[in-house]
């Protein structure tokens, strides 16, 4: 799997927008971005994924550059609940090692009040 | 929303007891996996698990860790002999099919004195 570089620690003003950055330069064409987050101890929770477009659900958008060496999870209206560590992973759906998902340190998203 | 279950929340053994930590997957999941997170390092990626064999499995998954579907709901994980090292949270995750999103369960806290 690729290997994906994000920023250590970000705040972000309850109500506004969070924006966390990944980039993931040797990402291949098969692969997805993957995003989850972990709020304290608890399990990681799915976010969103995506290929090339941009997508969106009820918790966030992924914006995914032309090139698909970077993309950036967006939190429209970041509340003090998410406070969290986020995941950005880069994972193909077929062949090689695909069953797992591989973490790294992520982003510790801290929303101020 | 279906969700994955794990039990217990927390569990505290002795060195060179075995544990074993259930986990119930999304009901109409086919694939399984196991990560752990010691304390204040990353996930990490165990074993997965299909069709009654697995998949793939880490470096860490040594002979010490078994996995087992012994009915058709639960997806358990046992350590045989469990050293100090073993000390950590363990997630239980399930995806639809190999390669899909994986959806994580809250976590079994295990702390070996």
Redesign the interface.
């Known amino acids: 799997d690729a290997k994906t570089t994000q920023p250590p620690s970000m705040d972000c003003a309850e109500g506004r927008a969070a924006n966390l950055p990944c980039n993931h330069s040797t990402i291949s064409g098969n692969e997805y971005v ?1 995003w ?1 987050r ?1 709020i304290h ?6 976010i969103i ?1 995506g290929l090339k477009n941009n997508e969106t659900n009820e918790m966030a958008s992924l914006i995914i550059t032309e090139d698909r060496k970077s993309s950036t999870l967006i939190l429209p209206h970041a509340t003090l609940r998410d406070t969290a560590v986020y ?1 950005c992973i880069v ?4 062949g090689g ?9 992520g982003t510790l998203l801290t929303v101020n009040p | 929303e279906p969700e ?1 279950t794990q039990t217990p929340s927390h569990q505290v053994t002795q060195m060179g007891q075995e544990v074993i930590l259930r986990c119930v997957p999304i009901s109409n999941h086919l ?1 399984f ?1 196991w ?1 752990r ?1 010691i304390l204040g390092q ?4 165990l074993v ?1 698990f299909y069709n009654n064999e697995i ?2 499995k ?1 470096e860490i998954f040594d002979d010490q860790f078994s996995v087992e579907r012994p009915d058709g709901s639960n997806f358990t994980l046992k350590i045989r002999s469990t050293k100090l090292e073993d000390s950590a ?1 363990y ?1 239980c ?1 399930s995806s639809l099919v ?10 079994t ?1 295990l702390l070996v004195l």
């Open positions: 993957y989850y972990q101890s608890q399990g990681p929770q799915y994924h995941y994972k193909g759906l077929y090692s695909n069953y797992k998902l591989t973490f790294g340190k | 994955v694939y996996y990560y997170q990353k996930v990490e990626f997965s998949s793939e880490s949270m997630f995750a190999a390669g899909e999103t994986q959806y994580f369960g809250p976590g806290r």
